[in-house]
Structure formats: structure tokens, C-alpha cells
């Protein structure tokens, strides 16, 4: 059977991925954020400067903040870089890059997609997604988000989450040591993937290790920790070597960064802020003497800022919170390791990092949506979840691009995944049902009568419908030039509703479920 679908799955992976190549070739000359910017010159820098300078060099601004394995990789992509053009990997950069710079590492962050192309295509090939092996790929190839992020605004999320699928897919076929030494080389590539860390290693001491006898388990452990600790050895024992080992971890953990990233992740910090403003404006109302700290969180700003009423906020309490919200999820991957559930458990552990961590970026939602996209189809419930979920997590990115030019694009993204989504589970649940003579899909769940995500989801969608309209038309008309973060708020606030609700189903069904 599997031999019989792989054209099937191979012709789908093909149409998908070229389908999303010709948008991201449209998206060429479309806004780029300071990001590039911050590439451009790592390109520059792992090309001119020698190792042992990469961590140092402060000729720019745009330093260098990512693990070794992704400065090598930078170092690997400028190799053809003077082809097109020499200035590209001299170091200072030019101030105004030319079109060929810019065509240049468009192309690059298209063709480092292959391996996402190669994870996804994989996952598909499995036999829980193979009735509908092109809509799993088009869900993740075509996401809006991960498109707007990449190639609008610039960053290489594609290539990092095909590491991070292609080691959760090692997982689900039991390849275990394979899938630890792959998201090794993915935290020595991206180290903000740490999250996830807590369940890998519960769920590969207790799957790979534990059960086969003290002598077996042993010697399985001492395995998967040389493994992980040459990779890590690759990565960073350069750098031990010329000293820079302090100077690197400053890098990586730039604490003094504050509790939040100058556009507010929406997530569990946005209420605790604006509850901290609510009751500042209260007390100050009744007469209290409340300071109000200067642009405190609403200035656009990368800064520790105060809070005026609520305690301050530390990194290791950000840390607790993280790991205590994961903590069902762990239990469950150690008392009970399933190969089916780890793509749950991984991407729940994400979203716990995003819901609860420290000065976490709007961009990090990638990193547990674009994994559930693979599970979506399980059940109705699930694709109801995702159908929320991916809306919100692309509308909260919507400030991103803030240049009018870019407006329609983003829109069109949003809403032709939308009916992407709505008519891809529609059929595949219809055809389920059929199939089974009665209205259930394959995990027995009833098909709702009003669709798969229920009125209460239905309403929910309008209402960023009614905030996107409030800040394109009615802000300016009502406040002018006053309140100029107000929709970025109503943004954050409102999108971080709908991430609450994505934490608490995720965390009821792992609880239930797994």
C-alpha cells in the first residue's frame, strides 16, 4: 500500500511546494524588516571574519545572536554569494543593498525550504495522513504565517522547522536516537527551541532508555548522551577554544531585554500588563500616588520596563511558570511515551514557552502551529482547533507588515488559507463520514451541524474581523494622532484570548487524551 501512494504523495508534495515557490517569487521585492538587514551582515560576517571573531565583532549593530550550527550555516550559504555580487559578503555591508543582494537571500530562504519540503512529505507518507497527503502539505507549504515571516518580513523559520518536524517524525517511526541527535543540532541552530527540551528528555529516557533492563538502559543512556554531546561539542568547542564561550551565552541570553519584545506576543503577559495599567488608572483615581512609568511597555521599545502596581517580573519566574504549565504534558510523555502523541506533546510544550516565557517574540507561534497542522486532520476537533488557532496566530503577525503596499498581500494570505481550510476539512470529514454510513469521522467524533468550529469559534473570527476594521477605518476618525498603539493592544489582547484558549484545549487533551 505504502508503494502504491508514494507517486500519490510525491505528485502532491511537487504541486504543493511549487504553488508556494511562485508566491514567494511574487513576494520578492515586498517589505523587508530590519531583519534582513540582521542576515545580510551574518552573511557578511561568516564570510569575511574567521571563527573566532564571529562572537566579537561589533562593527555593527546587527551582532550576531544565534548558535554556531546556524552561523555555519550562514557561512555555507555566502560560499556562492560572490557570484552575485562580491559586495554581498564584505564586511561593512552597503547601506542600501542593491536588487541583486535582495534576490539573493530571497532565493536562499526559498531554497533552505527543501528541507522542510523533505520533513513535511515524510510526516505525510504516514499512514494516519495519507488519505489527504496534499492537504498536510499545503497546510504547513502554504501557511500565511510562516509565508509572511519568511518571505515578507525575512527570517529562515522554514529551514529551522523542517529540522525540528524531520526530528519529530524520527520519533513517530521510533528512531529515537536519530530524532535526539536532530533537535541537538536544532538547539544548536536556534536556541529558543530549548522548550521543548523537557519533553524530549522525558520522553527519550523513558521510551529509548528505561524498560529494557538495567544493563540495556544503561548502555542506551551513555548512547544518546555522547551523541548529544558531540554535536553540541561540534557546535561550541571552537569557541571554547578561542574564549569566547562567555561572550556567546550574552549573546544567545540577552536577558536585560525585558519581560517583553517591542510588539506584544499576545500571550498570558499582555493581561497582566493591561491589569497592571487598569489598576494604576483606578488607584490613581482614588486619590493613591501611582507613578506611571515612561513608555512603560507601550513605547515600541526593546527595554525592562516597570510595572507601576503588579510585582515585577523576573526571568526565573517566567521559567517556573513554563515549566509548571508543562508539567501534565511531561508526566504524560514519561508515565506513558507513545511514538503517535509526540508531536502533541512537543507542540504543546512551545506553546508554553510562548504563553508564559520571557520577552518572547509574536513570531515564536511558528513553533507549535506549523507542527499541529500535522495533526489537524485527526479528528474534528482537532481541525477545529487548528482552523482557530492558525487564523489568530497569522492575524497576530498582521503588524509585522505595517506598510500599506503590504496590506492586500497579507489579507489575501489570511483569507485564501482560511477557505484553504474550510473546504480541505470539510471534504476530508464529509468523506469520512460517508465512508462510515453515518456522521462521524475516524476518531469517532460527531460532525458538528453548524461546521467544525461551532458558533462560539464562528464569533470569535468576526471579532478580529471587527478589530481589523476599527484600526484601519474608525481609530483615525475617532482619536486622530492620539493613542497610536491602542490597535496594537486590541490586537495583542484579543489574539491573546484565542492563544489562551489554544493553551487550556491542548493542555485538557493531553490530559485526557494521551
Same mark, same amino acid.
Given at each position: 500500500?505504502? &508503494?502504491?501512494?508514494?507517486?500519490?504523495?510525491?505528485?502532491?508534495?511537487?504541486?504543493?511546494?511549487?504553488?508556494?515557490?511562485? =508566491?514567494k517569487l511574487l513576494l520578492v521585492p515586498t517589505y523587508r524588516s530590519t531583519d534582513f538587514d540582521v542576515h545580510r551582515y551574518w552573511l557578511a560576517l561568516t564570510h569575511a571574519l574567521p571563527a573566532a571573531q564571529w562572537y566579537t565583532d561589533e562593527s555593527s549593530?546587527?551582532?550576531?545572536?544565534?548558535?554556531?550550527?546556524?552561523?555555519?550555516?550562514?557561512? /555555507?550559504?555566502? +560560499? @556562492? *554569494?560572490? +557570484?552575485? #555580487?562580491?559586495? /554581498?559578503?564584505?564586511?561593512?555591508?552597503?547601506?542600501?543593498? @542593491?536588487?541583486?543582494?535582495? !534576490?539573493?537571500?530571497? /532565493?536562499? =530562504? *526559498?531554497?533552505?525550504? !527543501? !528541507?522542510l519540503l523533505a520533513s513535511v512529505l515524510l510526516l505525510a507518507r504516514d499512514a494516519r495522513r495519507r488519505q489527504r497527503p496534499f492537504l498536510a502539505l499545503a497546510l504547513v507549504l502554504w501557511s500565511p504565517a510562516l509565508l509572511t515571516v519568511d518571505h515578507v518580513h525575512f527570517q529562515y523559520n522554514g529551514f529551522l522547522m523542517g529540522l525540528l518536524l524531520l526530528s519529530l517524525y524520527f520519533l513517530e517511526q521510533g528512531w529515537d536516537l536519530a530524532g535526539g541527535i536532530l533537535f541537538a543540532s536544532l538547539l544548536c541552530s536556534k536556541h529558543l527551541f530549548l522548550v521543548a527540551a523537557p519533553v524530549y528528555f522525558a520522553y527519550l529516557f523513558r521510551h529509548y532508555c528505561c524498560g529494557r533492563g538495567v544493563v540495556k538502559g544503561l548502555g542506551r543512556l551513555v548512547l544518546m548522551g555522547a551523541a548529544v554531546a558531540?554535536?553540541? &561539542?561540534?557546535?561550541? &568547542? @571552537?569557541f571554547v577554544y578561542h574564549e569566547q564561550i562567555q561572550q556567546l551565552s550574552k549573546r544567545l541570553f540577552p536577558f536585560g531585554r525585558g519581560l517583553c519584545h517591542a510588539y506584544w506576543a499576545p500571550n498570558f503577559w499582555v493581561f497582566y500588563i493591561i491589569l497592571d495599567k487598569v489598576l494604576a488608572f483606578v488607584l490613581r483615581r482614588l486619590g493613591f500616588n501611582i507613578a506611571i512609568p515612561e513608555a512603560s511597555f507601550t513605547g515600541g521599545l526593546v527595554r525592562s520596563s516597570p510595572f507601576a502596581v503588579l510585582p515585577k517580573v523576573t526571568p526565573i519566574t517566567t521559567f517556573l511558570l513554563v515549566i509548571l504549565a508543562m508539567t501534565p504534558c511531561l508526566v504524560k510523555a514519561f508515565s506513558n511515551p507513545q511514538p503517535k502523541h509526540i508531536i502533541r506533546w512537543v507542540s504543546y510544550a512551545c506553546t508554553c514557552g510562548f504563553m508564559f516565557g520571557w520577552h518572547v517574540h509574536e513570531k515564536a507561534s !511558528?513553533?507549535?502551529?506549523?507542527?499541529?497542522?500535522?495533526?489537524?486532520? #485527526?479528528?474534528?476537533? #482537532?481541525?477545529?482547533h487548528y482552523f482557530l488557532l492558525s487564523i489568530v496566530s497569522c492575524y497576530s503577525l498582521f503588524p509585522l507588515l505595517f506598510e500599506n503596499q503590504e496590506y492586500l498581500i497579507k489579507v489575501m494570505l489570511l483569507l485564501t488559507y482560511a477557505a484553504l481550510m474550510w473546504v480541505g476539512f470539510t471534504?476530508?470529514? &464529509?468523506?469520512?463520514?460517508?465512508?462510515?454510513?453515518?456522521? =462521524?469521522?475516524?476518531?469517532?467524533?460527531?460532525?458538528?451541524?453548524?461546521?467544525?468550529?461551532?458558533w462560539i469559534g464562528l464569533s470569535y473570527i468576526l471579532g478580529i474581523a471587527a478589530i481589523e476594521l476599527w484600526s484601519q477605518v474608525f481609530h483615525h476618525h475617532v482619536f486622530g494622532d492620539r493613542l497610536p498603539f491602542l490597535p496594537l493592544i486590541m490586537v495583542s489582547s484579543y489574539c491573546g484570548v484565542g492563544m489562551m484558549y489554544s493553551w487550556m484545549w491542548q493542555l485538557v487533551y493531553i490530559v485526557r487524551h494521551t
Amino acid at each position: 500500500m505504502a &508503494a502504491s501512494t508514494s507517486p500519490t504523495v510525491a505528485a502532491a508534495a511537487a504541486w504543493a511546494f511549487a504553488a508556494a515557490t511562485c =508566491v514567494k517569487l511574487l513576494l520578492v521585492p515586498t517589505y523587508r524588516s530590519t531583519d534582513f538587514d540582521v542576515h545580510r551582515y551574518w552573511l557578511a560576517l561568516t564570510h569575511a571574519l574567521p571563527a573566532a571573531q564571529w562572537y566579537t565583532d561589533e562593527s555593527s549593530h546587527w551582532t550576531l545572536d544565534y548558535p554556531p550550527f546556524f552561523a555555519y550555516f550562514s557561512r /555555507l550559504l555566502s +560560499l @556562492p *554569494a560572490p +557570484l552575485a #555580487d562580491a559586495a /554581498l559578503v564584505s564586511v561593512p555591508v552597503p547601506d542600501s543593498p @542593491p536588487f541583486a543582494h535582495l !534576490l539573493y537571500l530571497r /532565493l536562499t =530562504v *526559498a531554497f533552505s525550504d !527543501l !528541507l522542510l519540503l523533505a520533513s513535511v512529505l515524510l510526516l505525510a507518507r504516514d499512514a494516519r495522513r495519507r488519505q489527504r497527503p496534499f492537504l498536510a502539505l499545503a497546510l504547513v507549504l502554504w501557511s500565511p504565517a510562516l509565508l509572511t515571516v519568511d518571505h515578507v518580513h525575512f527570517q529562515y523559520n522554514g529551514f529551522l522547522m523542517g529540522l525540528l518536524l524531520l526530528s519529530l517524525y524520527f520519533l513517530e517511526q521510533g528512531w529515537d536516537l536519530a530524532g535526539g541527535i536532530l533537535f541537538a543540532s536544532l538547539l544548536c541552530s536556534k536556541h529558543l527551541f530549548l522548550v521543548a527540551a523537557p519533553v524530549y528528555f522525558a520522553y527519550l529516557f523513558r521510551h529509548y532508555c528505561c524498560g529494557r533492563g538495567v544493563v540495556k538502559g544503561l548502555g542506551r543512556l551513555v548512547l544518546m548522551g555522547a551523541a548529544v554531546a558531540a554535536v553540541f &561539542a561540534a557546535a561550541f &568547542a @571552537p569557541f571554547v577554544y578561542h574564549e569566547q564561550i562567555q561572550q556567546l551565552s550574552k549573546r544567545l541570553f540577552p536577558f536585560g531585554r525585558g519581560l517583553c519584545h517591542a510588539y506584544w506576543a499576545p500571550n498570558f503577559w499582555v493581561f497582566y500588563i493591561i491589569l497592571d495599567k487598569v489598576l494604576a488608572f483606578v488607584l490613581r483615581r482614588l486619590g493613591f500616588n501611582i507613578a506611571i512609568p515612561e513608555a512603560s511597555f507601550t513605547g515600541g521599545l526593546v527595554r525592562s520596563s516597570p510595572f507601576a502596581v503588579l510585582p515585577k517580573v523576573t526571568p526565573i519566574t517566567t521559567f517556573l511558570l513554563v515549566i509548571l504549565a508543562m508539567t501534565p504534558c511531561l508526566v504524560k510523555a514519561f508515565s506513558n511515551p507513545q511514538p503517535k502523541h509526540i508531536i502533541r506533546w512537543v507542540s504543546y510544550a512551545c506553546t508554553c514557552g510562548f504563553m508564559f516565557g520571557w520577552h518572547v517574540h509574536e513570531k515564536a507561534s !511558528l513553533h507549535f502551529t506549523v507542527p499541529l497542522a500535522l495533526v489537524a486532520m #485527526d479528528s474534528v476537533n #482537532d481541525a477545529g482547533h487548528y482552523f482557530l488557532l492558525s487564523i489568530v496566530s497569522c492575524y497576530s503577525l498582521f503588524p509585522l507588515l505595517f506598510e500599506n503596499q503590504e496590506y492586500l498581500i497579507k489579507v489575501m494570505l489570511l483569507l485564501t488559507y482560511a477557505a484553504l481550510m474550510w473546504v480541505g476539512f470539510t471534504s476530508h470529514f &464529509a468523506a469520512n463520514s460517508g465512508q462510515e454510513g453515518k456522521k =462521524v469521522n475516524q476518531s469517532g467524533n460527531t460532525v458538528k451541524k453548524n461546521g467544525f468550529i461551532g458558533w462560539i469559534g464562528l464569533s470569535y473570527i468576526l471579532g478580529i474581523a471587527a478589530i481589523e476594521l476599527w484600526s484601519q477605518v474608525f481609530h483615525h476618525h475617532v482619536f486622530g494622532d492620539r493613542l497610536p498603539f491602542l490597535p496594537l493592544i486590541m490586537v495583542s489582547s484579543y489574539c491573546g484570548v484565542g492563544m489562551m484558549y489554544s493553551w487550556m484545549w491542548q493542555l485538557v487533551y493531553i490530559v485526557r487524551h494521551t
